[in-house]
Structure formats: C-alpha cells, structure tokens
C-alpha cells in the first residue's frame, strides 16, 4: 500500500514538473501602448504627431513562435485610434484583430483596451499599425517573431539582425490630409518624405543628422528585416554594391532567391540575408516610389539608410565623403516589380487546397462617382466634377458606425450589414480594357461573404483600368493563402489554370495585384470570425475597396470564436 502511494506521489510530482515545463516555455509578453500627441521634427518642421509611448515609429515587439501577448493601449490622443496585429493569424482571437467598426469599436479618447493573442506556427517578420482613418502614417512599428526556444532558422544563423521600417511622412497632420480630400472627392496629398525608421535620410532637408545606420563588419553574413509600412505607395529598395538573399516574408519561410532589389507593397515584408564582401566604406540603402498608375502624382523623393562598415575609412578632418549611392529602378519599371514577385515560392512542397468549394473572382479598382444632387463644386474636385471612389464587384465598402461588424455577427444585431456580396462582378466587362462610363459609379454598402467553416477557397483579384490602372496591394486579415498564379490582362480560366503553381506557391498575407492584371490566391476558412479583404493603399480603403468575409464557427470548441472579452470599448 505503502508503496503504492509513493508511485502516486512521484507520478504526481512529475506531472507537476511536465506542467511547469511546458507553462515556461510558453511566454507572455506583456506591454502598455499610451498613444499621445508628441513633438516631432522632421524636415526642418516640428508637428505634434500621433506616437505610441512617444517614439516614431514606436515600439518593435520581439516573441518566440508560440509565446502570446497582453497590450495595454491607452488613447491619450485626440482620435478614436484601434491598432492591428498585421499578418498575425489570431485564430480564434478575431476580437483583437483591430480594424475598427470590423471586429470592434474604435478606443475612444481617454479609453483603453487589452489585445490578446497567441503566435501559432509563424516565424519571421510581421508588423503592427494603427487601423483608424490615417492615423497608421505614425503609429506603426515591427513585430519580430523567432523560433520557438531550441528551433532555428533554417539558414545559419545570422552575425546581427536589423529591421527597416519604410514609412511615408507629411509635412502636415495626416488626419488634415485624408479629411480634406474625404471634403473635396479629389486625391489627398501625397507625402513629402519616404522614411527608414522614421528618418528621410541624407538626401532630404534637415535630416542628414537623423540618418539610419545599420552597422556592420567585414566578412558577416547578416539578416535584414524590411517592412513597408508606407501608406500609399510601393516602394523599390536596394543596398549599393551588394546582393540580396531573400529568405522570408510575410513570417513565412521561402525557398531563398538572390536579387539587387526588392520591391514591397504596403503591408508586405521581406526578409534577406546580405554578406558584407565589399570593401570597407559606407553605402546607402534607397527606397523610393514604384508608381504603376499612370499619370497620377507621387512623392518622387528618395530616402536613404547607410550601411556603415566598421573598419571603414574616417575622413580627413572637415572633410567630407559621400555614402555610394545605388542605382534603383525608375518609378514605372513594372518588369522589374513583376520578376521580384514572380520569384517567391514555398521552400517546400505545400498543402495548396485543391478541391474547391468556393470559387470566388473580385474586380479591384478606382471609380468615379458624380456630384451629389445640391453639393457644391467644392465637394466634387475629381476629374469632371466627380467625387473619386473605389470598389470590390461594384461594391463600395462602407463601415458601419453603430456597431462592429463581429458584435454584430455574434450577436445577431439586424440591420448592420448584408450578407449578399457578389461572388462574381454582377456585369462582365472587358476589366482591363475601355470600360463603358456606365460601370465607372459603384454601389455604396455594408456587405458581406459568409464561408462555411473549412470551406476551400479559390479567389481570383481582377484588377480594373476603370479611371486608372495600378498594382493594388490586397490585404486579407486573419489567414495567410498562397498565391498561386498571377498575370497580365483579363483572367481566362480555359488558359490561366495551366499557369497555377500548386506545388511550391508562396504563403502571403499581403499579394500584390499586377497593374492592369489579376493574382489567384487560395485558402482554407479554418479561422472563425470577421475579416477584412482590403487594398492597403490607405486613400484606396478610403473611398471603398474593401469588403469582408464572415467565417462560421465550426463543430468543435477549438473551431469557434473565443466569447468578447469584457473590456471591449462600445461605439
């Protein structure tokens, strides 16, 4: 008997030890956002700019796949302001995804709210942005995701690590930007400065002081993160006289590709290794405008970090010397955006989903609307007295305000939104070619596409030359897919299938849609909740192109939606 109770108590006792082993290794990082207006001095002008903890950018959070995180955010501002988690796949966890009137009412000014979320099976480099109006052109910052504790990169380990963060600055309260061209139906303004880590760089007025520097030494093999957090533009980035090993982007592995530039869309981020085999000396990273839309106005300034080798040269004193500087592609060098893109593929053979249950073709593009009955001239500043908008299938999106789309879903409120978006354009037209005027004026409304839990999913992104043609940066919250064909001019489903790739297509939360040209993605509904199809070109979203997928609970405990938590804020 006796001996019995001992085998109890030592099974006991390692069941205990098993417990906290594995409570260890799961950690939670715990953070407090205070979001508040701080001075900010940026070409040669000081604005009272919108920060998180007064840092711009803010703060980069660093986790372990696997580990969760607590933040705290606190709007000490004068805006309604939520924070997305971008690319995180918050499964489950759709009432901490942040996109607001989406899956929660904006934080009020004085108000708080508590994100809550779990890292599951993502490694590499994600991003967190504001999701509120254009508060985002500030209050972002990186979100560094390594491998679980013992695990490693499946390339050797890198000397050091850096993250760039490219971002676009106004010389301007962004808010009075987006509200003036919401006023007037015209384009906003565009930048004044693209930035590394919040800094323009030598080549811009008062900033030479400010400029980024990635320090380095001769003979390393280093790893550099590059998020685009820009608004509104793609951006091409290359490091004078030195290659680039893609290795990642998105958080997702890939099978690693050398090229001398890179090309990311808002929202996308690559990760790449560079070898430091050049001679001693500084050298600048440039990032400047891809512009695909043909005639439209863009910030057409380049900004600049240098890449400072340690046993580099000093200058003779009161002498100085030039960074060398690289070449970069010209702003409409769509070949060189494609090739860059059509480089990416899975490191491995991939789980593509193949037996389709819902096969789904969305147009993306710009629209015109006409000038509302009675409203001024003042009001309606686009091309012919027009009002500039933007659509999903001839649907402009519009955010409801009363409640969030998720509160609205779960708790069954009538009236908030529909559930009859169009699985295909309700009129076919030649997308890319001459669109008849009577196709240019979408529908303005609230709707919705409901997928079954598990549903396999095929869409086709159809971009339009509808006004103007672009590449659109399409952005899908709470899932990564696989992009597995992309192309030129009108999808043809009796041709185009033949170009699928469904071996080795990259896992993506961001795809770049070509100008005048369609990508095809797929995805398995395995994640319950509401979540937001949208181009992330900030003036875009703006006037419209969005639209949202509702995906239902499945059977299981572990395939439905966590209950909202108590402290979600109230519209």
């Known amino acids: 008997m006796e001996k019995k109770s001992s085998i109890f108590l030592l099974f006991g006792l390692l069941l205990l030890f098993a417990n906290a082993v594995s409570l260890g290794n799961a950690v939670v990082h715990s953070h407090q956002f205070v979001i508040q207006a701080t001075p900010v001095k940026r070409l040669c002008n000081t ?157 811009l007025k008062c900033s030479s002081n400010g400029t980024t520097i990635v320090p380095v030494d001769s003979g390393e093999t280093n790893l550099i993160r590059v998020v685009n957090s820009g608004l509104n533009q793609q951006l091409f980035l290359t490091i004078a006289n030195h290659k680039l090993t893609v290795v990642g982007a998105d958080a997702s592995y890939v099978k690693p590709f050398t090229t001398s530039v890179l090309m990311l869309g808002p929202g996308q981020t690559t990760d790449v290794l560079i070898t430091t085999d050049q001679p001693p000396a500084r050298y600048y990273i440039a990032a400047r405008a891809y512009a695909s839309a043909q005639g439209a106005p863009f910030d057409n300034t380049t900004t600049t970090a240098i890449l ?19 070449s970069l592609p010209a702003f409409n060098d769509t070949a060189t955006a494609t090739a860059f893109g059509k480089s990416f593929r899975s490191p491995r053979k991939v789980p593509v989903p193949t037996d389709i249950d819902e096969s789904l073709f969305f147009t993306v593009g710009l629209g015109l609307q006409n000038c509302p009955p009675g409203a001024s001239s003042q009001n309606c500043q686009g091309p012919n007295g027009t009002r500039f908008t933007a659509s999903m299938n001839n649907v402009s999106f519009v955010l409801p305000s009363s409640f969030s789309l998720l509160q609205s879903h779960q708790q069954g409120i009538p009236g908030v939104f529909t559930t009859d978006f169009p699985a295909a354009p309700p009129v076919q037209f030649d997308y890319t070619g001459n669109v008849s005027r009577s196709l240019w004026q979408p529908v303005r409304a609230t709707k919705v596409y409901k997928l079954k839990y598990g549903a396999r999913v095929q869409l086709v992104l159809q971009g339009t030359s509808i006004f103007t043609a672009e590449n659109h940066p399409i952005h899908l919250h709470g899932y990564d897919f696989y992009i597995i064909a992309e192309g030129f001019g009108n999808f043809n489903p009796k041709t185009d299938t033949a170009k699928f790739n469904l071996v080795d297509p990259p896992l993506r939360n961001t795809a770049s849609v070509p100008v005048q040209g369609w990508s095809v993605i797929r995805f398995v509904a395995d994640n319950p909740g509401v979540w937001l199809l949208h181009c992330h070109l900030d003036v875009h979203i703006t006037w419209g192109l969005a639209m949202a997928f509702i995906v239902e609970d499945g059977a299981g405990l572990l395939e439905k939606l966590e209950e909202a938590p108590a402290d979600l804020p109230v519209c």
């Open 308 to 326: 400072e080798y340690k046993t580099a040269p000093c200058p003779a004193k009161g002498v100085s010397i030039k960074p060398i500087l690289p």
């Open 47 to 203: 604005h009272s700019t919108i920060t998180v903890n007064g840092q711009y950018p803010g703060p980069t959070l660093e986790v372990n796949n696997g580990d969760s995180l607590e933040i705290e955010v606190i709007n000490k501002a004068q805006y309604n302001l939520t924070i997305h988690w971008h690319g995180v796949r918050q499964m489950r966890t759709a009432w901490s995804d942040g996109p607001e009137f989406v899956t929660q009412c904006p934080i009020r000014p004085g108000g708080s709210y508590t994100y809550r979320f779990t890292i599951q099976g993502q490694e590499g480099t994600l991003w967190w942005h504001a999701h509120s109006s254009w508060l985002r052109a500030t209050v972002y910052g990186g979100l560094i995701i390594r491998p679980k504790e013992g695990d490693s990169y499946p390339f050797p380990k890198p000397k050091r690590e850096s993250l760039l963060l490219l971002g676009e600055w106004w010389d301007a309260n962004p808010m009075d930007v987006v509200r003036e061209a919401t006023r007037t139906g015209a384009t906003p303004n565009v930048s004044d400065a693209f930035t590394i880590n919040g800094q323009p760089g030598d080549l």
